[in-house]
């Protein structure tokens, strides 16, 4: 695999990993009120 393609898996992973948090704080939220 070249570098240039484990970067861009990292960063699909990172935005995977956003994107779960948003839905998490999201509920959260929902829940709370």
């Known amino acids: 695999m070249s570098d240039q393609e484990s970067l861009l898996l990292m960063y699909g992973w990172i935005v995977l990993a956003v ?15």
């Open 19 to 33: 994107l779960n948090l948003i839905l998490i704080a999201v509920a959260f939220l929902q829940y709370a009120e």
